[in-house]
C-alpha cells in the first residue's frame, strides 16, 4: 500500500495554469503506475491522466489533450499534473491513484487513492 497526498488545487481564472503535485510514501514508487482522476459535484469520477512506472509513456484523455501534462519525479516520489488553458468545466476535485498492476484508465484498476485537491476555474 502506498500513502498519497495530492496538493496545489486552488481558485483560477479561465485560461490560467496550476500544477497538482502528489506525493507518496510507504512502499517503492518506482513500482507504480500513476494516474489522475477528477470528480465534479454530480458527476462520476473520469479519467484525465496516465503515467508509466519510468514515466517514459504517458496518456491524457481528450478533453485535457494538448493542455494538460503528467510527469513524475522518482527521486522525490512524486507525480504532477500540469494544467494549462484552464476552462470552467475543468473544476473538479482532482484524486492522484496509484496501481502495481495495470496502466488503466479506469478507476477500479487503481488500488491507492489521495484524498483530493480542489480545483476551480471561473470564467
Known amino acids: 500500500q502506498v500513502q498519497l497526498v495530492e496538493s496545489g488545487g486552488g481558485l483560477v481564472q479561465a485560461g490560467g495554469s496550476l500544477r497538482l503535485s502528489c506525493a507518496a510514501s510507504?512502499?517503492?514508487?518506482?513500482?507504480?503506475?500513476m494516474a489522475w482522476f477528477r470528480q465534479a459535484p454530480g458527476k462520476e469520477r473520469e479519467f484525465v491522466a496516465a503515467?508509466?512506472?519510468?514515466?517514459?509513456?504517458?496518456a491524457t484523455a481528450d478533453s485535457v489533450k494538448g493542455r494538460f501534462t503528467i510527469s513524475r519525479d522518482s527521486a522525490k516520489n512524486t507525480v504532477y499534473l500540469q494544467m494549462n488553458s484552464l476552462k470552467p468545466e475543468d473544476s473538479a476535485v482532482y484524486y492522484c491513484?496509484?496501481?502495481?498492476?495495470?496502466?488503466?484508465?479506469?478507476?477500479?484498476?487503481?488500488?491507492?487513492w489521495g484524498q483530493g485537491t480542489q480545483v476551480t476555474v471561473s470564467s
Open positions: 503515467i508509466t512506472r519510468s514515466g517514459s509513456g504517458t
Open positions: 510507504g512502499r517503492t514508487f518506482s513500482t507504480y503506475y
Open positions: 491513484a496509484a496501481s502495481e498492476n495495470y496502466y488503466a484508465y479506469v478507476s477500479r484498476s487503481y488500488d491507492d
